[in-house]
């Protein structure tokens, strides 16, 4: 995804999130197991019990929002929710446009799935989610295959499914559940590291609320409850 936002644009745009008596954390809601819809209709997974706890130590009254992942960074800049928190890797182009807090998860390996575990990969079609780290790893680091984007990560996984697409390449804690349940998908090639690790993407305008948000990370850390989190309800990720 590109952004050609200027500092003064954004400076425009972005409101004090302190300002607001709620904030208001946006996710996209189809990514387990860190942000989906339950039964019920509400968010759910790793980063909804993370998100809680976070707004709970920084004594912040939270609400959540969903929005596509495709516009999930021009509506934070726009004003329409105040954090993201959706599984969104920090990468030095995202930081050109919004601010990140300290991440949350460790940088998580990535992993290609395919019908056939010796799947040609470098010079297949590998689908990846629209403005993702994984389909900019394909685009930039995989010169001979060739991308297939998706709105959603399902869709990507689909294309596998149906055939249109030799390998999707995304998030190995998205993708295990998916393959250990389905007998005709399993993992090709080797895993890849992309990205800085996960954090809460923020206006750069929003400095006091970085800091709340960084300081409360910071003593789940210490006191050892985000590393039990993520052994929990983030299975094969590496814990700090």
Do not use: H
């Not at 300002?19 to 790793?46: H, K």
């Not at 780290?133 to 998706?150: C, K, N, R, S």
């Not at 910071?218 to 052994?231: A, P």
């Amino acid at each position: 995804m590109k952004l050609t936002l200027t500092a003064a644009a954004l400076s425009l745009l972005a409101g004090s999130a302190m300002a607001q008596d709620v904030i208001r954390l946006g996710t996209e809601g189809a990514y387990p197991p860190y942000n989906f819809i339950n039964d019920a209709g509400e968010v759910d997974g790793f980063e909804r019990v993370l998100g809680d706890e976070l707004c709970k130590r920084a004594e912040l009254n939270c609400t959540w929002v969903t929005n596509d992942w495709d516009s999930i960074i021009p509506n934070l800049v726009s004003g329409n929710y105040d954090v993201i928190i959706a599984g969104m890797s920090i990468t030095p182009e995202r930081e050109e446009v919004i601010a990140f807090s300290d991440p949350y998860t460790q940088p998580d390996p990535s992993a290609f799935v395919a019908m056939n575990g010796d799947a040609d990969l470098s010079s297949g079609i590998i689908a990846a989610q629209t403005g993702t780290i994984q389909a900019g790893y394909v685009a930039a680091d995989m010169p001979d295959a060739t991308l297939l984007e998706f709105a959603t990560p399902e869709e990507a996984v689909s294309a596998v499914r149906n055939g249109e697409a030799d390998a999707v390449l995304a998030d190995k804690a998205y993708l295990a559940p998916i393959a250990e349940a389905e007998a005709d998908l399993d993992f090709a090639g080797d895993d890849v590291l992309i990205g800085g690790g996960i954090g809460l993407g923020l206006r750069q305008s929003d400095t006091e609320l970085k800091a709340k948000f960084d300081t409360a990370i910071q003593s789940m850390k210490d006191d050892g409850s985000l590393n039990t989190l993520i052994t929990d309800m983030l299975p094969g990720s590496a814990p700090f």
